[in-house]
C-alpha cells in the first residue's frame, strides 16, 4: 500500500506566496518521478512542475520563474514553493509520484487526494 498526503493548500491573496508538500507512504522501494499537477475548475488537470530522482526540473510554461519544485529524498517528500500566485493559479493541486512498492515489478503512478488552492483578493 502506498499513500500520497498532501498539505499546505488555501486562500491567498494576488502577489501571495504558498508551499505545498506531499510526503509518499507504505512499502516503498524506490521513488522516481515527483510532481505536481493542477485541475482549474470546469478545465482538464495539466501538468505544473516535476522533478526526477536525479534532481531535474520540468515546468509548465505558465509558472516557470514563479514557482519552485523540489524533493527530500530521505523524506520521501515533494514540496511546491509558489510565489507570485495569480487568480489564475487558482485549482485543486494533485501529487503525482511513480513508485516502485514491495513486492512489485513494475512501478505504478499514485495520486494524491488533492488540495485546493484559491488566489483571491
Known amino acids: 500500500q502506498v499513500q500520497l498526503v498532501e498539505s499546505g493548500g488555501g486562500l491567498v491573496q494576488p502577489g501571495g506566496s504558498l508551499r505545498l508538500s506531499c510526503a509518499a507512504s507504505g512499502r516503498i522501494v524506490v521513488i522516481y518521478t515527483m510532481g505536481w499537477y493542477r485541475q482549474p475548475p470546469g478545465k482538464e488537470r495539466e501538468l505544473v512542475a516535476a522533478?526526477?530522482?536525479?534532481?531535474?526540473?520540468n515546468y509548465a510554461d505558465s509558472v516557470k520563474g514563479r514557482f519552485t519544485i523540489s524533493r527530500d529524498n530521505a523524506k520521501s517528500t515533494v514540496y511546491l514553493q509558489m510565489n507570485s500566485l495569480k487568480p489564475e493559479d487558482t485549482a485543486v493541486y494533485y501529487c503525482?509520484?511513480?513508485?516502485?512498492?514491495?513486492?512489485?515489478?513494475?512501478?505504478?503512478?499514485?495520486w494524491g487526494q488533492g488540495t485546493q488552492v484559491t488566489v483571491s483578493s
Open positions: 522533478v526526477t530522482s536525479g534532481g531535474t526540473t
Open positions: 503525482n509520484a511513480d513508485i516502485m512498492s514491495a513486492g512489485s515489478v513494475r512501478m505504478y503512478g499514485y
